[in-house]
């Protein structure tokens, strides 16, 4: 682990503009530097890095960080990769900060876990590789779908083969349990294994730093199912990845936009004719984890789906999952095709152009959404408007305040033959929460590729996402805190006084914690394993945290020290807390990883995850905020506000059953007893 006070020597020896203007073109403009932001498309620069200060921000899509920050974003290297970047140009070394017995074990354990998977996934992809060049069958399929070899080799297509023990000859000790682990086999109920993929052209998965994470197949002669995945394993979650998008990194850039399609074929069939900027969702409904990496490939986006009912079906999804991102300066639109044809088959047989020529009539999300709705009511009646918008109030309750929501809301007044004065007493007479069912029980979330019984291979799950996302709640890792935010605290009187606000001020949180304990837990980079369901509500309004969680994490992130002296029983109030997950997440990371510094604690986080993305958007903050005089004193200060709201709640609970039991009076005793000693200690 490299030492805090290492990072801050470093940061205060290297320049950020220095930095930043390898690669970025940057003019003067008042006290900063002013420059096209490299992280997303555009034209007049929004853009400035701050000699000053030693930090850049984009106002456009709200990039912001440090030196290290910035290397990590723009090259994609770790956070270990980028201190030793920025040393090496410093003429520093970077030492190694010495850790615990425990952490090393648990490092070292993670990181040969990780290594094994990996090297057993590279393994597989050789054998698939060596099988495709001999077997005419797979290379006659590839070229009846119009494929060079070229591009078969750009997108490192195989061959699984037919021997349903054919990872055998690649790996002599075919019970090695790391090959279940990894999705490459299937072990029946009886202990018999077996190849996953048989009789399957292979598509090798990437994540956005190029490592292979597991595989997609699409069987070439009869047989169900047609396409399958790899299951959910320690490196590959078909919710959070996307194919293709690797291999379509710098044609995303080129193009300004980046285009969504239902299956391999159809990237691999685009790229074949030219439009390289294309990727997939692995065989599930399109979730905010994928909207989000898309946006930060391109703030231009276009979904293309079949023109049929599964294609509008799938559409709506993704529709639903974009809504809760939704900001001003993006782009999302959706391209319908001719129900006989999918983007493949269209390019062949129309050739590229007219394809692009598609492109440029795709209709605009809003547009989409209104059509959809007013398409399922009879809006030739009261009672069919009147239903549309009903239905319609919690898609735009999904909406953050922008403009966009604006323009929307006055469209669907036009629609339902509302004034716009009239269309916002509605809405405020009754304020709709976004609209998240659950997904249906045993297959959204499921596993496409769960052992089987022998002969079965599991493929596809309908995802039941009528709304796609549960996490929508998570604030954006591009979404800085500026303007109209709650901001971290900058005074002591922030926590636990009578003046503060709780409760998220002006934002009303109407969702709760579903931390189950530190089972749940499982240490490192591996991070948060399950899924926080908060209730349907959400936020009201803009779309901030909970100002006292914010504050928890803010502190925390400020004076990292804080997370040493902590034990089982501040973790037990934080625990009681509502709202407070993200916290103890940040708490026992730190704790299980040793991080002790933002980019650190984001190297150890998982990719994606809600943590990884409260810290991105924290950032901006955590850099400006001013020193507390005792942090010690606020957070202890804040834990017994949380301690004593939550045991008079507890208390409230009790009266109101009656206190029936002797159980119920003597918890009673206690919490009374309790609240005494927190009121002495200052709380009210």
């Not at 853009?47 to 912001?64: D, E, L, M, N, R």
């Not at 730093?209 to 047609?226: D, H, W």
């Not at 009754?430 to 659950?438: E, L, T, V």
């Not at 901001?487 to 709780?502: E, K, N, T, V, W």
Request: charged share 25%; glycine share 10%; aromatic share 6%.
């Amino acid at each position: 682990m490299i030492p805090e006070s290492f990072i801050q020597d470093l940061l205060a020896r290297v320049d950020v503009v220095d930095i930043v203007g390898r690669y970025v073109q940057l003019r003067k403009g008042g006290a900063n530097l002013l420059g096209l932001c490299p992280f997303h498309n555009e034209k007049s620069p929004s853009f400035t890095v701050s000699p000053t200060k030693q930090f850049y921000h984009c106002f456009g899509c709200g990039a912001h960080g440090s030196a290290i920050t910035f290397l990590m974003e723009h090259t994609g290297a770790s956070f270990p990769d980028a201190v030793r970047t920025l040393a090496a140009s410093a003429g520093m070394t970077v030492p190694e900060e010495n850790r615990s017995p425990r952490q090393q074990q648990e490092s070292a354990r993670r990181k040969a876990e990780e290594s094994r998977h990996t090297q057993v996934l590279d393994a597989a992809q050789a054998h698939y590789l060596k099988q495709l060049r001999a077997s005419p069958a797979a290379i006659r399929y590839l070229k009846q779908r119009g494929l060079t070899g070229e591009i078969a080799a750009h997108f490192g297509l195989g061959w699984s083969g037919t021997d349903r023990h054919g990872l055998s000859q690649v790996f002599p000790n075919y019970e090695d349990p790391v090959l279940v682990e990894s999705g490459l086999v299937i072990e029946s109920e009886d202990g018999r294994r077996y190849d996953r993929f048989r009789e399957r052209v292979m598509f090798p998965i990437r994540n956005a730093r190029g490592s292979l994470i597991g595989f997609g197949g699409r069987i070439i002669g009869k047989g169900e199912p047609k396409y399958l995945n790899s299951p959910e394993t320690p490196l590959f979650s078909k919710g959070h990845e996307l194919y293709g998008l690797w291999e379509a990194r710098q044609a995303i850039r080129q193009e300004g936009q980046v285009i969504v399609v239902e299956g391999y074929m159809d990237v691999v069939g685009l790229a074949q004719q030219g439009i390289a900027n294309a990727v997939a969702t692995l065989g599930t409904a399109t979730t905010p984890d994928h909207v989000k990496k898309l946006l930060r490939a391109s703030d231009k986006v276009i979904f293309s789906f079949d023109g049929d009912g599964a294609g509008r079906r799938a559409a709506w999804r993704a529709l639903q999952a974009c809504l809760p991102v939704l900001r001003d300066d993006i782009a999302i639109r959706f391209l319908f095709l001719p129900s006989e044809h999918d983007p493949d088959s269209y390019v062949r047989e129309l050739g590229a152009e007219a394809f692009r020529a598609c492109l440029g009539e795709a209709v605009a999300l809003s547009r989409f959404l209104l059509d959809e709705l007013a398409s399922r009511h009879n809006m030739n009646e009261a009672e069919g408007r009147a239903s549309c918008l009903h239905e319609a109030k919690p898609l735009l309750a999904a909406i953050p305040e922008c403009a966009l929501r604006v323009q929307i809301e006055r469209e669907m007044a036009k629609l339902v033959q509302l004034t716009p004065e009239e269309m916002a007493q509605v809405l405020a007479q009754q304020p709709a929460k976004p609209f998240a069912p659950a997904p249906k029980p045993g297959v959204a979330g499921g596993d496409a590729g769960a052992a089987a019984a022998p002969g079965h291979e599991p493929g596809y799950p309908d995802t039941g996402y009528d709304f796609a996302g549960h996490d929508f709640h998570d604030i954006p890792a591009d979404e800085s805190d500026y303007a109209d935010q709650v901001h971290l605290p900058s005074q002591s009187s922030d926590f636990g006084g009578a003046g503060a606000q709780r409760g998220g001020g002006k934002q009303e949180w109407k969702g709760k914690s579903d931390w189950k304990g530190k089972s749940d837990w499982k240490g490192g980079k591996g991070g948060w394993k399950g899924k926080r369901d908060n209730d349907v509500g959400g936020f009201e309004g803009r779309r901030t945290m909970p100002s006292l969680a914010k504050r928890l994490l803010g502190l925390l992130l400020a004076h990292p020290e804080l997370v040493d002296s902590m034990g089982d029983q501040q973790l037990e109030v934080i625990d009681h807390g509502p709202h407070l997950g993200l916290v103890r997440d940040l708490i026992m990371l730190a704790q299980s990883s040793g991080a002790r510094h933002v980019g650190a604690l984001l190297e150890a986080a998982e990719p994606d995850s809600d943590l990884a993305t409260v810290l991105k958007g924290l950032r901006a903050d955590i850099l400006s905020q001013e020193d507390l005089p005792d942090p010690q004193t606020e957070w202890d200060d804040a834990l017994r506000r949380i301690e004593f709201d939550s045991a008079k709640l507890e208390m409230a609970k009790l009266a109101a059953a009656g206190l029936a039991t002797e159980d119920a009076r003597k918890r009673y005793q206690e919490l009374s007893s309790r609240m005494v000693v927190l009121k002495g200690a200052g709380v009210r």
